[in-house]
């Protein structure tokens, strides 16, 4: 028996429809290719947690983060590296002491899922 689930019976394929999504697609590569790249590493709770704390606070150092998140320094240094490779976070230095930011081009990105969290937590 024939798994109905799997199949796909249309009369008439709209040649044009399939033609413009598929130029859709290609044309926005480069930004899903982003926008899985940012949402894959902010789907790391740690992760996620520093990137709500710098967008709620502008900029911390690693250990404001480390004492805030109850980690280590070396952990949340790790997770820091990850943001900043792939360029969602900025940094600057104050003498010896390092401040970390979101840059502004991944903002319209991760700004929707905090403001989802904070409506979670009107609504309990």
Known sequence: MENQENSCIRVFADQVQINACKEDIKSAESSFSSL???????????RLKILYLLDQENELCPCDISDILEMSVP?????????????????????????YSLKSNHLGIIKPLFQHINQIEIEQ
């Not at 899985?36 to 740690?46: K, P, T």
């Not at 952990?75 to 401040?99: E, M």
């Open 36 to 46: 899985a790249q940012v949402l894959s590493l902010a789907g790391n709770e740690v």
């Open 75 to 99: 952990a949340i240094s790790q997770h820091l590296r990850k943001l900043k490779d792939v360029n969602i976070i900025q940094f600057r230095k104050v003498g010896q002491t390092i401040f």
